[in-house]
């Protein structure tokens, strides 16, 4: 298991498109032990602490680390804002996502 | 020879009133958007649009491309617009509201505004009483089309603007005590006090707001207006007991007749107050100027401690009869100190008034509001809600006859969020709206069940899903009230329940044990395949297994998880093996929630049985919605991952055995994908 902690960085990303996403899932596996931290996990098994104000690269910047989720925050461009009017769609400024805790998101018996 | 100049002046004036537009308006038309402006800050309309009609912006949310806010500043300047309704915008708290009106030559030529703000025949200027307030209030809260919503908003929130043109209007001495006024380009007999205060809008914008006692909107009510709205300016206490007052239990015109003064009207004997011995003569020195400045200053009956009027450095200089006392600038600045603060609490204590009726949503018994079964491509819809209601608003507690319905408000997303979360959406909002049903609301709660029939049903694929329910009907003193309340929902929500016990794990290692072929049932020494390590010892896989009468049942984490039975249910699954699933779309207001699983058997191929097994999890609340937060708009979107095909947020999974655990990340892409089988709902 390879860990490595993302440097912290304030960026704002362009929208991402929903199938570049998909197809690079994100898991969350909970908190560390001191409770400020979180663990999330990347394509090729690949996990990396995060917390508070991490940039994870095409997801966005960590918003926060809880007990049963991990926000993480993307801020639209100007650019993509202007697109999104045009087009009549809602233009918001913030994309939240909600990541549920993966042990929550396919419990079992 | 005064006195037939004025008779003629003023016979001119009525003629020229008849056939060419004059002014008589209350406040000058900037005056009336900046005291409207401020009323709409001081009431609690920002609130009740965001928490009980889901207005994401507030005042400031667009209805017709303009924000709430425009629609009312601007409906309180068009009041004077055309200029013959500006005759009813008077209102003598010294007489019956029947001859209340403007008089001109003792003849009265407008009808009193207390009346005005409630006639439904205005006409001219279009129809813009409380009575039309209320109908396109609830035509915009019940409309199914975006358009005629936003229609039914704007016309509701101008004709606010007009009503509280009214009040504000009642705030100056000139409307409350028949002075006309009438001028023509400034030409004629203009108002000082509605001249300074266009001058002076920075007295508005730093005012305090005075809002009135709530019990006046409980008196007995009068025929000609028996909205309770009439007393915000006229209680009719001042008229019975001829005592001037300065309490907030009062009307407004009460308060500005009986304590000011208008350009026309000092010292008049028209009016019993104020009265030469309701003030002392004081000499002040000019500040500016350094000169000596003579002041009546009110000291007693009703408001006291300010300038009522001046007497003009030129009365030693002036011939009798001609009035040595006016109103000056410092006079104004005091009526101003006291006259705008009412003018602005008592336009925000009627726009309270209009929305003070409040209805609570909670979730219903069974905990969950809809339930659906999903439709391939998402396009499944919910056709009933059932939740539970009561009248919340303060102060009035008798129940409530009416008729009830319910809208929600979503929006369309350009994709299926249950595939892609992330899909487009709208600016524009979708409505579904209910079947009405007639229900008496109370204190109490009530559960109901509301019907969406198609066309107007709920689609499963559907974001930023607000619920609203409307009524319509009496409340409290009155007779046709419209009450809303909202609730913020959580997005439609896919469970996902599987048994994915095709798949075993030995040491690590996926055995695909529903490869019958590979991995036949386990008979000691005849068929071993399953003695993975043969040792002798076996099955060391286990799987598939076969379950029959399945329940589901979501609940509250705050309770604790229920038994699932027939009786009681969300979803039943008659039977299961693997790969299939079940999905229930459902809607609830929590952000995590229960879910209570029964299984009533389940079989393994080689024999092995359980029975009765009950299992307890925890779910997310699934999040598509808008919001705003700190001035930003914020989209919150649940994210969905990929198991077997299945896009999900959350799925309940069946496993072998306990040794499956430790496989389990290696069956995120195993074929075969998991199979949809239609569950049970229960009937509604």
Known sequence: MKRCTLILALVAVAVLAASALYAQPLRYWGKTPGGQTGWIEMPQGQYFEVGVGTVIPGWGRVKEVGDFHLIVEQALTEHAKDQLQQQGLMAYDVLRIRIPREDLRRPHR | MRSALVVMLTLCALLQSLFVPTRAEGFDLRAHEVISFRAVLASRLDQVLREQMGFLRGRTEPVNGRPVLTWITEGSRLEDSPIFRVRHHFHNPTLPWDQAGLRVLGVQIGESSVIWGQDRGQVIGGNHSWHDARAAFFRALTASTNSERQQGFAETFQTLGHLIHLIQDAASPAHTRNDAHLSYSGIGDPDSFHTWAELNLGAILSSSSTQFDPSILALSTNSLAPIPIAHIIDTERYRQTRIPEAGTNIGIAEYSNANFFSDDTIFSPDFPFPRISSADLITERDSKTGELRRYFVKTRDGEVGYRLATISALFKFLPAPIPVVALDDFVLQDYGRLLFPRAIGYSAGLLDYFFRGRIEIAPPARFVYGLAQFVEGNAGAFT?????????????????????????????????????????????????????????????????????????????????????????????????????????????????????????????????????????????????????????????????????????????????????????????????????????????????????????????????????DRVAVRFDGVSNRLFVENGELIREVTLFDLYRGLSFTHLHLFLSSDAMPACLPQTVTAPPALMRIPGILPAE
């Open chain 2, 384 to 612: 009933k809600l059932r939740f539970k209601v009561r009248n919340a608003t303060p102060n009035e507690e008798t129940p409530l006859p009416g008729q009830l319905i319910a809208v929600v408000q979503y929006r369309k997303p350009f994709g299926n969020l249950f595939e892609n979360p992330f899909a487009d959406l709208p600016a524009a909002l979708s409505f579904a709206v209910s079947l009405p049903q007639t229900v008496t609301l109370t204190r109490d709660f009530t559960e109901l069940t509301f019907d969406f029939p198609d066309p107007n049903a709920i689609p499963t694929n559907a974001a930023d899903v607000f619920l609203t329910v409307v009524y319509r009907g009496p409340l409290g003193l009155e007779a046709d009230a419209v009450l809303v309340g909202g609730k913020d929902l959580f997005e439609p929500d896919p469970v996902d329940w599987a048994n994915v016990t095709d798949y075993d794990c030995f040491q690590g290692t996926l055995v695909n044990v529903g490869n019958s072929t590979l991995f036949p049932p386990f008979v000691p020494r005849l068929q071993t395949q399953r003695d993975l390590n043969q040792d002798g010892f076996g099955p060391d896989v286990l799987g598939p297994w076969t379950e029959r009468g399945l329940f589901l049942k979501t609940f509250p984490l705050s309770q604790p998880p229920p038994d699932p039975s027939l009786t009681d249910f969300d979803l039943q699954l008659p039977a299961r093996t693997a790969p299939q699933y079940a999905r229930l779309v459902l809607l609830q207001d929590q952000p995590a929630y229960g879910l209570a699983l029964f299984t009533t058997a389940a079989q393994e191929v080689s024999g092995l049985q359980f029975f009765n």
